[in-house]
Structure formats: C-alpha cells, structure tokens
C-alpha cells in the first residue's frame, strides 16, 4: 500500500471565488474528479492528501486549470472536466487574439467590425484615445470591454464610469467643478 502524501498548493494572480466557482460547485467537481484524494481549501491555498502520483497528477492538471482561467478570466464546468482529463496544460492553452476579454458564464466579448478592431488596436498603442462616429456603432460598448480587460489584467485598480450633466429644460444650478 503506497503511503499518503500531504501537498499544499498555493493559488498565486487567481481569485479562489471565481476558481472553486458559486458555491464551490467547481471545487466539488475537482473533488468528484478525484475521489482518491482528499482535498481542502483554504483561501488561496488547497491541501491533498494522498498517493504520490495522485497528488502530482492532480497538480499539473490544477496548474492547466490556472493557465487557462490567467489567460481567459473565466472558467466553466467543461473547462474544469477538460482540464481534469488532461486536455488543457499549463503550455498550452490556445491565445485568441480577436477576444477582448470573456464575460460572464464564459460569454466572448470581442471587437466585431473593422471600426472596432482599429479601436482595439489603438488602445494598445496609446494612453488616450477619442472615439468618435454614430450611435450605436459600439464605441462605449468597446471601451467598456477595454477597461474591464484592463482591471481583470491588474492594469488599473478601478474604473470611474461618468458622463456629462446636461441641461434637459431645467436649471442645475452650481455643480462642483463648475467655473
């Protein structure tokens, strides 16, 4: 009979919410995976208990599982069984370039049409941008993803979201800010 191997593992740059997803349903999907082992989590870190090989095993699939939620910011009930099951490592999870970032319940948000993909691009070259043209045409909605994008990836620490106040036939009177 081999002997139990206790392993900690340490989840760095991942929010454990989002990887033992709501209500740990991910987490009991990892544990049903691997009935053999006996897993807890704690925080940022998950302690295994069991057979050598078992432990190792189970922390090359965890670091695919990582990879992939690093490079896509999401992770669903196929993505864990696929890592499990070997197909997704740490080496090889696929980039796709067109994505701008990946919305709830795994929803891709990418630029759609030539006007968006020039924005996308100009965004990563400047610290400034000016989007002009019709309602509509997906200016804010693109901007929007950028930013997400930019606080999933740790750019930015916050998003301030504001629009002009306008006049609409009454007075506003002294706002701050004002001349």
Same mark, same amino acid.
């Not at 991910?26 to 050598?52: D, M, T």
């Given at each position: ?57 189970? =922390? ?6 990582? !990879?992939?939620?690093? +490079?896509?910011?999401?992770?669903? #009930?196929?993505? %864990? ?45 400047? =610290? ?6 019709? !309602?509509?045409?997906? +200016?804010?909605?693109?901007?929007? #993803?950028?930013? %997400? ?31």
């Amino acid at each position: 009979m081999t002997e139990a191997v206790g392993k900690e593992i340490m989840i760095e740059g991942v929010d454990p919410r989002e990887l033992y997803g709501p209500q740990n349903v991910y987490l009991e999907q990892i544990k049903s995976l691997h009935p053999s082992l006996k897993i807890v989590a704690r925080g940022s870190s998950l302690k295994v208990l069991g057979s050598e090989s078992e432990t190792r095993r189970f =922390d090359k699939h965890m670091e695919g599982l990582v !990879a992939y939620y690093l +490079k896509y910011g999401h992770i669903s #009930a196929q993505v %864990v069984d696929q890592a499990f099951a070997g197909n997704i490592t740490d080496q090889d999870v696929p980039v796709d370039k067109d994505v701008i970032v990946y919305g709830n319940n795994g929803n891709i948000i990418r630029a759609r049409t030539i006007n968006q993909q020039k924005l996308v691009k100009l965004y990563d070259k400047n =610290d400034l941008l000016f989007a002009v043209g019709p !309602a509509g045409s997906g +200016k804010t909605y693109t901007a929007i #993803a950028l930013a %997400v994008r930019a606080l999933k990836e740790k750019e930015v620490k916050r998003i301030i979201l504001t629009r002009p106040a306008v006049e609409a036939g009454e007075k506003l009177g002294f706002l701050p800010g004002d001349m």
